[in-house]
């Protein structure tokens, strides 16, 4: 069998360059459509079992994240259900930033990403598994430009409204594990938390915001090159139907919280970005944000409070982000949830890496802190 990489699948994202033989595969990986983002990839690599193959993808000093390199190791499966770290190196000075990933495929074909996939065939499985258990409602909010359905899960009969979206940066594929993990156990009818917050609370997820970039591979933008996260302030039909329908629906039923799920190229650590710079910031909102953050690290050590993004200065908001535009126009507790591409560097995994099996631990775990602080959050 001849040495093959594809890239022509749902999320797949890779040009090849070069394939010399299994120690000369040269890659690149494409931009988002209609925009200079680039860093997600996926793709398989085939007719090499048994054999030391040494890929390189180059190019990527211009790539959305540089500094998501150093340190970084590919996710690697030979299956698509077990994915492990493939040894990785970065040389930011060979020919614009060169990814070494050597591996020796066990099978006929290996499928290598920048993070474990999460396909929309599997996002339509958790809709329809989800949707199916007792008193889950599935709701279309409206479509992407491409037509795919937004969807939202609703489920619990109290008067707070709690919201949770994930994926408006289609790469971040850790934030629908982390929908899953969560969705799992607020379906559990024998979990103490999830009834505590199902007798509060009305839940509404939204597992992927952007399903357009999902199918296509891209990192950051849909597929009009739009990043979905700086839409909140004027979204449009045009641009960003999909933050303009959940957006919508959310000034239906009003928000008690929101909890923006994310991941971060660069930094080894799971953290939370809030809203200090928002110009109606109130000290009720500071406080529930200090609690929550504080209350979750003592809940899980996956999570900190020592490493994260700067927070913006009194009226410096962007409100075009989901966080901020929330948070302002809302009066609530509002969050952006980063979990690492790379490890996590507290508590490493030599095998795995930051995980899906992690980021669903951490959904279920983000429960927790959330039914012990639902009281105040009316
Ligand atoms: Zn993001």
């Given at each position: 069998m001849s040495l093959s990489v594809s890239a022509?699948?749902?999320?797949g994202n890779i040009v090849v360059e070069r394939l010399g033989g299994p120690d000369d595969i040269e890659l690149r990986i494409r931009k988002d459509r209609d925009s200079e983002f680039f860093q997600w990839f996926h793709f398989r690599l085939s007719g090499a079992r048994g054999q030391r193959c040494t890929l390189r993808i180059t190019g990527l000093e211009a790539s959305a994240y540089p500094g998501g390199w150093p340190g970084y190791r590919a996710a690697a499966s030979n299956d698509r259900h077990h994915w492990w770290r493939a040894e990785t190196r970065y040389d930011r000075d060979e020919a614009g930033g060169t990814l070494t990933i050597t591996v020796t495929p066990q099978g006929d074909t290996l499928w290598l990403a920048y993070f474990a996939p999460y396909s929309m065939e599997r996002h339509h499985d958790l809709v329809a598994r989800i949707g199916a258990a007792p008193g889950v409602s599935v709701r279309t909010l409206g479509t992407s430009l491409e037509g795919q359905p937004i969807d939202c899960l609703s489920l619990g009969e109290g008067p707070l409204q709690l919201w949770f979206i994930a994926r408006q940066h289609p790469g971040e594929s850790m934030a629908e594990w982390w929908m899953e993990g969560a969705l799992e156990r607020l379906v559990d009818g024998d979990d103490a938390v999830a009834r505590r917050l199902r007798e509060k609370a009305t839940l509404h997820l939204v597992p992927n915001m952007n399903p357009d970039g999902s199918r296509s591979g891209h990192?950051?933008?849909?597929a009009a090159g739009?990043?979905?996260?700086?839409?909140?302030?004027s979204p449009s039909i045009e641009r960003s139907p999909e933050v303009l329908h959940v957006r919508a629906a959310m000034i239906d039923t009003g928000v008690n919280f929101m909890l923006d799920v994310h991941g971060d190229e660069a930094i080894p650590q799971v953290f939370v970005a809030g809203f200090e710079g928002i110009p109606s910031i109130t000290d009720r909102q500071l406080a529930l944000l200090h609690d929550y953050k504080a209350q979750l690290a003592a809940q899980t050590p996956d999570f900190q409070t020592r490493i994260g993004y700067p927070p913006s200065s009194?009226?410096?908001?962007?409100?075009?982000?989901s966080t901020n535009a929330v948070a302002e126009r809302f009066g609530c507790l509002a969050m952006t949830l980063e979990m690492p591409f790379k490890d996590h560097d507290d508590r490493p995994d030599a095998v795995a890496g930051w995980s899906p099996e992690r980021s669903k631990q951490l959904g279920r775990d983000c429960l927790v802190t959330l039914a012990e602080m639902v009281e105040r959050l009316r």
């Open positions: 022509a699948f749902d999320s990192l950051r933008t849909n739009v990043n979905l996260n700086r839409e909140w302030a009194p009226g410096k908001a962007n409100l075009t982000m």
